[in-house]
């Protein structure tokens, strides 16, 4: 009988192992990236999980005869002998000599766009998304994904450092969280249910329990209109934390948590940088301001006529990242105290002047990428702020549970994930940040 150890022998080389393999003979695997032939050797890039690696084929290096029906997109085991060599500015780097291909599988067709450059040149965002599996594939579009698996890890690995509970809520769920009219409907077998907007009233629930909770899931949102910064579903980065003094201890959290994540991605994903020419954002400390005192700068300093005075509309939200950056060389501003009307019900309003929140928002780079606050944790407060609201207290028995049975001083916040992605990397639209992303027109790869 066959028997299951579990022990995972590596097989192939990294690319990143070849310093150590120097003059020796390796075998990697991964598809043929591109193919250029020159008088009397040919250049073989090999596409590996994470690099481009330059393969040199010549017919003094072995016996191996080259197979003239390999094709870009094959997928190939290359054996052969590491060598050091010099780029064109003269940086030492590794290649591969080649002294043996063995095919593993052929494409079917020749790719119908032009995947093997370092980025994919003039193809139109919507050509690129309907083609994901296939242009996700070039070295750039896929080093975007690796970042953000990096924010993702870094989110996690620091949080998970100061002693939260990662957790997995429903999203299928009775009510929506956040109000509004982009919520999903669904038909659950005759009753009408929803897909979360978000993970808020189970993160409030959990922090009944373990005090501090963070979630890395997707929330769903019926955005009904076709912008450059709105999904229908995005992958929320959200944490709840109890005992909280007030809520700068939120924003502190994340500010730490922002640290955290930039020097992961400088320590860990270095070519993904290079590669995509980041300009990657210092935070010593992140700046902050009232919403009242924004609005008043945005009238005053930039002399912009405000025809909302309850919420930024997205060219104030830029006008906030010029100020952070001229005033305080920051790419980040904390804005606080939003006002209590354009709030969900479950914001704690500020006691010093209630029609203001203990909340705030956090923009970068010109737009807002969390939200977050203190939360109401007294049950006949969050009760009277419902009815206030003119919402069924009835509906949302199990939510309250939490409140009636002893609810500490809380808060956390929503960052999302496909937004932070986009400032950092400096995008003008959130679907070159998202993998397979789904907004009014698309569902469909
Ligand atoms: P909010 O609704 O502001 O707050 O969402 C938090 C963050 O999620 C991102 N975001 C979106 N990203 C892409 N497409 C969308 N349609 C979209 N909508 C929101 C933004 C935003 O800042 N429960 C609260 C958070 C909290 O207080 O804990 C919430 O969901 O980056």
Not at 336 to 359: I, N
Not at 413 to 434: A, D, I, S, W
Request: glycine content about 6%; charged content about 30%.
């Amino acid at each position: 009988m066959d028997k299951i150890n579990g022990v995972v022998q590596k097989k192939y080389v990294d690319f990143d192992d070849f310093a150590a393999h120097e003059n020796e003979i390796v075998t990697i695997t991964g598809y043929v990236h591109r193919i250029r032939e020159m008088t009397g050797f040919s250049f073989v890039l090999l596409r590996t999980a994470r690099d481009v690696v330059q393969c040199i084929y010549a017919p003094e290096f072995s016996d191996y005869r080259w197979d003239d029906t390999i094709t870009e997109n094959s997928c190939v085991k290359v054996s052969g002998k590491v060598v050091a060599s010099a780029d064109a500015k003269g940086n030492k780097r590794y290649e591969l000599q080649i002294h043996n291909v063995e095919v593993l599988s052929r494409p079917k067709e020749q790719s119908p766009i032009v995947i093997n450059k370092k980025q994919l040149d003039n193809v139109p965002l919507d050509t690129n998304l309907n083609m994901r599996p296939l242009t996700l594939r070039n070295p750039r579009e896929r080093a975007i994904f690796k970042i953000q698996e990096g924010i993702a890890r870094g989110f996690r690995d620091f949080l998970s450092g100061q002693n939260f509970t990662e957790v997995r809520t429903p999203k299928i769920v009775f009510a929506g969280a956040e109000g509004g009219a982009n919520i999903f409907k669904l038909d659950y077998f005759g009753k009408q249910v929803y897909l979360a907007q978000s993970p808020q009233f189970y993160k409030q629930a959990l922090v009944g329990v373990y005090d501090r909770v963070f979630e890395i899931g997707p929330v769903f949102r019926a955005e009904h209109h076709d912008t450059s910064r709105h999904l229908n579903e995005y992958i929320s980065m959200d944490f709840e934390m109890g005992y909280i003094d007030s809520f700068y201890d939120i924003m502190n959290m994340e500010t730490g948590a922002l640290k955290y994540i930039f020097a992961l991605l400088r320590k860990e994903y270095p070519k993904e940088l290079a590669l995509l020419q980041v300009k990657m954002p210092e935070i010593t400390e992140i700046p902050v301001i009232r919403f009242k005192d924004a609005k008043d700068i945005i009238v005053n300093k930039y002399k912009k006529k405000i025809t909302d005075f309850n919420d930024f509309e997205p060219e104030e939200e830029q006008l906030m990242c010029k100020y952070a950056q001229e005033q305080f060389g920051s790419d980040f501003i904390f804005v606080t105290h939003y006002p209590s009307k354009k709030r969900p019900f479950y914001t704690m309003d500020d006691p010093a002047d209630p029609e203001y929140t203990l909340s705030f928002d956090l923009l970068f780079r010109g737009m807002e990428i969390t939200t977050g606050g203190q939360r109401i944790h007294d049950y006949d407060m969050q009760v009277e702020k419902m009815r206030s609201r003119g919402m069924k207290v009835e509906d949302f028995e199990t939510y309250l549970m939490f409140h009636k049975y002893g609810a500490p001083p809380h808060g956390g916040l929503g960052l999302g994930l496909e937004r932070l992605t986009m400032n950092l990397l400096g995008f003008k639209n959130v679907r070159y940040t998202t993998m397979f992303p789904r907004d009014i027109n698309r569902v469909t790869p």
